[in-house]
């Protein structure tokens, strides 16, 4: 079967799989092409834009339902919730789970590193995805795709830790001590990114964290750093 048309079954079992049939397929297909194709192809739309779109779009639909499970939740018990919703590591389980990868539009170099698998495609073309069906159909549509394949993480959210940069401004802030985030490093290419990303806080050994955006670099750096001060974060 050659790329193209293999491309295009791909595509059709991923409709299958999501359970939506899209009316314009052209926005299916840049919701799953990577920036990586832009090689000889400038014209080729990827998904940076739909992701940019589909972060929002995620962001409301979780605030609303959550909202609507905890109907008496002061702002300070919703958030802990949502950010455990709303994140890369969540966007890239719900991408797992709908076997998001399988129908990703990659270069053969991409591919071959594993690119299909990777948490932080696999996050982007989740919101990709998000975006692309709430263009093509409306809110209702990107709503089903989310309560479907977050599954029951609306309800185990419940008990879901604080955010690591959360818990460690309230950290620093009990002790008066300043809260930074200083960017070390910054390597690979701009379709994928790598991060490195030091939590300093005065008087104390900084942490370091690794991620493929800045966000998570930063989450992950907090949570170094409460670990090494015998923190659960």
């Not at 919703?85 to 539009?105: E, K, P, S, T, Y």
């Not at 390597?187 to 998570?216: C, L, N």
């Amino acid at each position: 079967m050659s790329g193209p048309r293999k491309r295009e079954v791909r595509l059709t079992e991923l409709e299958a799989r999501i359970g939506y049939a899209f009316e314009d397929r052209e926005l299916l297909r840049e919701a799953m092409t990577h920036a990586s194709v832009l090689d000889g192809a400038r014209k080729a739309r990827t998904y940076d834009r739909l992701e940019f779109l589909g972060d929002r779009v995620l962001g409301l639909i979780v605030a609303e339902r959550l909202l609507e499970q905890h109907k008496g939740a002061s702002e300070g018990e919703l958030a802990p919730r949502y950010n455990a919703l709303v994140n890369r590591h969540a966007c890239a389980r719900a991408a797992r789970a709908a076997d998001l990868g399988d129908a990703v539009i990659l270069s053969s170099s991409e591919e071959s590193s594993g690119g299909r698998g990777k948490e932080a495609i696999l996050a982007d073309i989740c919101e990709s995805l998000i975006a692309a069906l709430y263009l093509d159909s409306g809110m209702d549509a990107a709503r089903t795709f989310v309560n479907r394949f977050w599954g029951d993480a609306f309800e185990t959210g419940e008990a879901a830790p604080r955010d690591a940069k959360t818990a460690l401004q309230e950290w620093a802030a009990a002790r008066k001590r300043g809260l930074s985030y200083v960017m070390i490093e910054q390597t690979g290419p701009e379709h994928a990114p790598h991060f490195v990303v030091e939590a300093r806080i005065d008087g104390f050994q900084p942490a370091r964290g690794e991620a493929g955006s800045k966000r998570d670099a930063q989450r992950a750096a907090a949570a170094a750093f409460l670990k090494a001060q015998g923190v659960d974060g």
